[in-house]
């Protein structure tokens, strides 16, 4: 194992982030991008209810956008192990931004139909699938002048997160005044300026080989995951936290502060907090040069469980509430910018994409599940009960984790290519 580096901030690690070119073309492509992203789903709600669609086909349109792109990562990653990986992220933001502007154009000229609605969905649930493991899989050479995998991770992640911040809010105030669909080709062209940005990014030249099994190479990226336990239980702590917080959480919150007095704002300034507390730790990592050890990065994580613990005391402790939010946000982000450093340095290139493809469907599957769960519990238990059973669920993961890990791995500083 490396020597480890001094805790103090990295002198100059931001100026020299940003004199990387690549950098500076996707840092603000991941801004524009996710802001598009967070715009989306709002203005297609409204959109959908305006055209006289009811909540279930809302609901509809939501989940075969999630399934389409939860089934189509493994594809996704055998693609960008396969192919150009320049080629793959121009044609998924093209292609996302085309299908976006032609149904916000759709919008604002007829009365789109359902099915219109759930062929995007489609489309864009595709296009998801195989961006993401190609972007995850691109970053350790878009960031390889940088100090380390982790300073590098951070600044995108924090790029990613603002344009999430700004995204939804904007969406929310701009369509009482322009309407849905000016929102939805918006987000069309968001895509299209991310895909004119990555454009010009340089990555290493692939060899394009289409001769080996499609399938086989699919499961190699499984079997991979599969013979490196750190790496599968990792993969599933992050899915049962992710399931807590994406699935759980936005069930708990409301169903806590509904009928209170403020309710609604409240949790509103909840989530404010806890996409700050995201990107002041996006923002301290990437002037941070210490390297968490894989047992230092799941011995942070277990500080997530506050956010639930704290909702469990409803009116009694808002303010508490509202730190916790910013902690355990806070202490998410640097686990995951930990996380996808160690498993960028620790998989060959080879078979990056396929190996992140799989990290994210099993990170992404238990979300759905952990919300039915929790809508169940919540219809049968008291809520500030069932908010100390999601707090218990990922105290108990993530100290397993903790307990099974060791200090082999260190974050951000080296990488594997063979």
């Not at 500076?24 to 802001?35: D, E, L, N, T």
């Amino acid at each position: 194992m490396t020597e480890a580096p001094s805790a103090t901030p990295a002198p100059g690690v931001v100026r020299t982030i940003l004199r990387q070119p690549n950098l500076r073309r996707v840092v603000p492509a991941a801004f524009i991008g996710s802001a598009g992203t967070a715009a989306n789903p709002i203005a297609l709600a409204f959109a959908m209810l305006s055209a006289g669609h009811s909540t279930f086909w809302v609901s509809v349109s939501v989940a075969t956008n999630l399934v389409v792109t939860a089934g189509l990562l493994p594809v996704g990653g055998v693609l960008a192990d396969r192919l150009s990986r320049r080629r793959l992220l121009v044609s998924c933001q093209v292609t996302s931004g085309l299908t976006q502007a032609s149904l916000g154009t759709v919008v604002l000229v007829g009365e789109p139909t359902v099915g219109t609605f759930v062929i995007a969905a489609v489309i864009t649930g595709a296009s998801a699938a195989v961006f993401s493991p190609t972007f995850g899989s691109s970053i350790p050479t878009l960031v390889a002048g940088t100090p380390s995998l982790q300073n590098g991770n951070a600044l995108l992640r924090m790029a990613i997160n603002l344009g999430l911040t700004v995204g939804g809010p904007v969406s929310g105030v701009l369509i009482p005044f322009v309407g849905a669909g000016w929102i939805i080709v918006g987000d069309g062209l968001t895509f299209l300026l991310s895909a004119v940005l990555l454009a010009g990014i340089v990555l290493p030249r692939r060899t394009e080989d289409t001769r080996a099994s499609f399938w086989r190479e699919a499961m190699l990226g499984f079997a991979f995951v599969r013979d490196r336990p750190w790496l599968l239980r990792g993969s599933l702590t992050f899915g049962i936290v992710y399931g807590c917080e994406a699935g759980s959480l936005p069930v708990l919150g409301p169903a806590v502060l509904h009928g209170m007095r403020d309710g609604a704002w409240i949790w509103g300034v909840a989530m404010g907090c806890a996409m700050a507390g995201s990107v002041l730790a996006g923002i301290l990592m990437v002037r941070s040069s210490r390297a968490l050890t894989l047992r230092g990065l799941f011995g942070i994580l277990p500080m997530f469980a506050l956010f639930p613990a704290m909702l469990a005391s409803g009116s009694a402790a808002i303010p508490v509430l509202f730190l916790a939010a910013l902690v355990a946000a806070g202490a998410l982000e640097v686990a995951e910018v930990g996380w996808f450093a160690t498993v960028q340095e620790q998989v060959p290139d080879s078979i990056l994409s396929r190996v992140s493809s799989v990290d994210s469907l099993v990170n992404s599957a238990l979300t759905p599940i952990f919300a039915i769960i929790t809508g169940i519990l919540v219809s049968h238990l008291a809520v500030p009960v069932v908010a100390l059973v999601i707090s218990a669920v990922t105290v108990l993961a993530t100290g397993a984790m903790w307990l099974s890990s060791d200090n082999r791995f260190e974050t951000g500083r080296r990488r594997v290519t063979a």
